[in-house]
C-alpha cells in the first residue's frame, strides 16, 4: 500500500509540475481515525498529501463534473477565442473510471480534458459496518494490519478481520481494476465477488409486493433530504435537479413520507443503466438508508433486459441512450 | 436546589411510566442509530447511550411544522385556523451541549419582538432532563471551547447524574421540581453532594481533549472576510445538508404553501446554508454563487455573527458535524487553522 502511495504522489506531482493538469482530485489522510477526506491539489507540492487506503471511499468522479463545469461557468465572460479547457487530474479506481466512462457517453466533457491515474482496488470500508462492528462506539484509533483492521474504541480494542467491514458493492465488484486509464499505479487487484452481486435484489423480488413496500416505506422514513446521496453521486449532474423546481413544482419540500419517497424514487429511476455501483451513496448517507437495494433491482433488469452495465465500456452506451431493434419489449406490453 | 437518588436500573422504568399519560421525547436504538423519537406506550428508552444522532432541537422545531392551513377558492383562499396549543412534554435525555442549544435558540425563537408561537409554546410545555457526561462520549466532543461544560445545567430542568450505582438527579428549575412530584418518592441526595460534585465536574471537563479556539478567532473573522484561506476549505464539500440537519443549533428554514386540490398548508421546514437554493432569488440572481461563499457563511454565522447578535457562538461542540460529514470537513480544523493565520 506504502508502495502504492509512493508511486502516486509522483505520478501526480510529474502531472502538476509537467503541467499536463490544471488541478487534481485525490484522497487525504481526514481528521478522523476511519475517514479520508477528498481534496482537490493543484500545485505539485501537495501531491506528498495524497494517500490510498481502504477508508478512500467516495466516488471522485463527481468533483471532476464540478470542477470542468464550473470552470466552464467562469469561461462564459472569456472572449470565445480566449477560453481555454481545464484538465483534470484524478486517482481513479474501476468504479470511478465507469463513472468517467458514463460522464464521457454522455458527452459531459472530453477524453482530454481528464487524466486518469488508475489505481487498483480491494475495497473500501463501509462506515456503516464500521460502526456495527464497533457496536455503536466511536473508535479512536483504527489501522491496517494486513487483512485485518486494528481499532480501539472507549469500549477497548478489538481486531476486525477486513472483509467482515468493506461496502457491499466492494465485496461483489465486478470491476475492481480501472476499465480505463492515463497511468496505471501498482498490480492489478485479485478479483472480488461478482457472483453475488444480486443475492439481495433475488431475495428482495421473492417478497410480497406488501413486504417489498413496507421495506421501501420504512427505508425512505429514515431520510432527512440532506441530499448527501444524490450530491456525490457522479450520475446525478443535473444542474437543477427536479427536487429544486418550483415551475411546476415536482415535489414538496417537507419530509412528508410521499415527498422523500417521490424524491427517492425519481433519483433511483434516474439510474436505470446509470448507476455504477460505487456505494458512494449509501457511504455518505448520515442516516444509513438502504438505497442499493433499489439501485441494484435496475442493475440487475439493465443486464437481463439490455445486456448492459453501465460504464462498463466506452461502447456499450447507457441502454436509454441508446436504441436496437432487438430491445426486449415485454416488459412493455406484458408488464 | 433539590436533589434525589434513583437506583440505575429504575430510571428506564420511571420514564417509560411518564410517557403513560405525558408525550415523552427520549433516545431510542433505531436499528443502527440513536434517535431522539416519541416514546411510544410500553417502549423504554436508552439511559446508555453516546449521544444521538438527530439533535434534540426536532422537537422544538421541528424539520417541517404546519404554520396554518387554509382552502383555496376559486378567488382567494379562505383561513382555516392555526393548529392548536401543544400538550405537556418531557424531552428525555438530552446530553448537557444539546441542552445549551435550547438557550442558544431562544435568542432566535423567543426575541422579544419576534416571539415565534409554535417554539415557545413547545418550550414553554417541556420538561427538559439532562444526562451529564461524566465520560464524556467522543474524542469530537469539545463543549468546553465554546462555552459548555459536560456537567452544565444550563437550558436544562432536571439534570441527571450517573454516580455508578444511582443516578443523582438535581430538580434545577420550577417546572424540574413540579416532575420530581410526579416521580413519586425518591430517597434525598447526599447532603455534601455541592463539594463532590466540583471534583466530578473536573474530570469529566479534563477528558475532552480537543480544544478549539472558540471566541477568540471572533478578531480574526470580523477583519477577513475576503483573506483566501477561504478558498481552501470547500473544495471536497458536497453542498449536502448533513451538517446543518445533524446541527443541534443551525436553525434556518424556509416557508413555503403546499397544496394538494384546494387543501392549502403554509409550511415552515429546515434550509440549509450549504444548498444553493438558500439564496437564490426570484429574479434569478444568487448572491452566494459558490460553495466558498456558502461555507464562510456557516463558519461566520456560528462564530461571528451569532457573537455580535447574542454574544455566544452558535455551535454547542457536539461533534455531530464533525462525525457524520461524508467527507471529513472538519470545523474544529477550520477554527485551530484560523488561530493559526
Not at chain 1, 48 to 61: G, I, P, R
Not at chain 1, 250 to 277: A, K, L, P, Y
Not at chain 2, 61 to 74: A, D, N, S, V
Not at chain 2, 124 to 144: D, G, H, L, V
Request: glycine share 6%; hydrophobic share 35%; charged share 25%.
Amino acid at each position: 500500500m506504502e508502495n502504492i502511495e509512493k508511486q502516486l504522489r509522483e505520478a501526480a506531482g510529474k502531472l502538476l509540475s509537467e503541467k499536463k493538469v490544471d488541478a487534481l482530485v485525490g484522497y487525504e489522510k481526514g481528521t478522523l481515525p476511519y475517514q479520508t477526506a477528498p481534496c482537490v491539489i493543484t500545485e505539485p507540492g501537495e501531491a506528498d498529501k495524497l494517500v490510498w487506503n481502504s477508508f478512500c471511499s467516495v466516488n471522485l468522479a463527481k468533483y471532476v463534473h464540478d470542477i470542468i463545469f464550473q470552470h466552464r461557468e467562469s469561461q462564459k465572460r472569456v472572449k470565445p477565442e480566449d477560453r481555454k479547457k481545464k484538465v483534470v487530474g484524478i486517482v481513479a479506481r474501476g468504479c470511478t473510471t465507469r463513472s468517467i466512462i458514463l460522464h464521457l457517453q454522455e458527452k459531459q466533457y472530453e477524453r482530454d480534458e481528464v487524466v486518469i491515474i488508475g489505481v487498483p482496488c480491494a475495497g473500501y470500508v463501509s462506515n456503516k459496518k464500521l460502526n456495527l462492528a464497533a457496536k455503536g462506539k466511536e473508535i479512536v484509533e483504527c489501522s491496517f494490519d494486513g487483512d485485518t483492521l486494528a481499532a480501539v474504541t472507549q469500549a477497548g480494542s478489538m481486531s476486525i478481520p477486513l472483509k467482515e467491514v468493506l461496502s457491499d458493492s466492494c465485496l461483489s465488484c465486478r470491476y475492481n481494476n480501472p476499465i480505463i486509464s492515463d497511468m496505471m499505479i501498482g498490480n492489478p487487484a485479485p478479483p472480488m465477488n461478482p457472483g453475488s452481486e444480486y443475492v439481495n435484489v433475488d431475495e428482495f423480488e421473492n417478497l410480497s409486493d406488501e413486504d417489498r413496500w413496507k421495506y421501501f416505506s420504512k427505508e425512505m422514513a429514515k431520510c432527512i433530504r440532506c441530499y448527501a446521496c444524490r450530491n456525490t453521486c457522479p450520475s446525478c449532474y443535473c444542474k437543477v435537479c427536479f427536487v429544486e423546481q418550483s415551475q411546476p413544482k415536482w415535489v414538496g419540500v417537507s419530509i412528508d413520507e410521499s415527498d422523500t419517497q417521490v424524491f427517492q424514487i425519481m433519483r433511483i429511476f434516474h439510474q436505470v443503466g446509470r448507476c455504477v455501483d460505487c456505494g458512494s451513496c449509501i457511504e455518505v448517507c448520515p442516516m444509513g438508508v438502504d438505497l442499493r437495494k433499489f439501485l441494484k433491482k435496475l442493475d440487475k433488469d439493465g443486464v437481463n433486459l439490455f445486456e448492459h452495465r453501465a460504464g462498463e465500456s466506452l461502447d456499450s452506451p447507457p441502454p436509454l441512450s441508446a436504441h436496437s431493434t432487438y430491445d426486449k419489449e415485454e416488459f412493455i406490453f406484458e408488464p | 436546589m433539590e436533589t434525589r437518588l434513583i437506583k440505575k436500573d429504575l430510571l428506564a422504568g420511571l420514564i417509560k411510566g411518564l410517557a403513560q399519560d405525558t408525550l415523552v421525547y427520549a433516545p431510542v436504538q433505531d436499528e443502527d442509530n440513536v434517535l431522539f423519537k416519541v416514546l411510544e406506550k410500553g417502549m423504554e428508552p436508552l439511559t446508555e447511550y453516546d449521544n444521538t444522532k438527530n439533535a434534540p432541537k426536532n422537537f422544538f422545531f421541528p424539520q417541517q411544522e404546519t404554520l396554518m392551513r387554509y382552502l383555496k377558492k376559486e378567488r382567494g383562499s379562505e383561513l382555516l385556523g392555526v393548529p392548536g396549543v401543544t400538550a405537556e412534554a418531557v424531552l428525555f435525555g438530552v446530553r448537557p451541549c444539546d441542552a445549551r442549544s435550547f438557550v442558544l435558540l431562544d435568542n432566535i425563537f423567543d426575541d422579544p419582538q419576534y416571539r415565534d408561537p409554535y417554539y415557545v409554546d413547545r418550550r414553554e410545555k417541556t420538561t427538559i432532563i439532562s444526562i451529564a457526561c461524566t465520560r464524556p462520549p467522543y474524542t469530537a466532543c469539545f463543549c468546553t471551547s465554546v462555552g459548555g461544560h459536560p456537567l452544565s445545567s444550563e437550558g436544562v430542568d432536571v439534570s441527571l447524574i450517573d454516580l455508578g450505582d444511582n443516578w443523582l438527579a438535581e430538580f434545577v428549575t420550577e417546572k424540574g421540581e413540579k416532575l420530581m412530584k410526579k416521580l413519586g418518592d425518591l430517597p434525598k441526595g447526599d447532603e455534601q453532594w455541592a463539594s463532590k460534585k466540583e471534583a466530578l465536574a473536573e474530570k469529566a471537563a479534563g477528558a475532552i481533549t480537543t480544544k478549539i479556539p472558540g471566541k477568540d478567532i471572533k478578531p480574526w473573522l470580523d477583519e477577513n472576510f475576503d483573506h483566501p484561506f477561504w478558498d481552501t476549505i470547500h473544495a471536497s464539500c458536497l453542498a449536502c445538508g448533513t451538517c446543518t440537519y445533524l446541527c443541534p443549533t443551525c436553525h434556518c428554514f424556509d416557508i413555503t404553501d403546499e397544496i394538494k386540490k384546494s387543501d392549502g398548508r403554509r409550511v415552515r421546514s429546515w434550509d440549509s446554508c450549504m444548498y444553493w437554493l438558500f439564496t437564490h432569488e426570484t429574479s434569478g440572481h444568487n448572491p452566494r454563487t459558490s460553495q466558498k461563499q456558502r461555507w464562510r457563511q456557516r463558519f461566520m454565522h456560528k462564530f461571528k455573527y451569532f457573537v455580535d447578535n447574542f454574544d455566544a457562538i452558535a455551535c454547542v461542540g457536539c461533534g455531530r458535524c464533525v462525525m457524520y460529514c461524508p467527507v471529513n470537513i472538519d470545523i474544529r480544523k477550520i477554527a485551530q487553522d484560523i488561530s493559526k493565520l
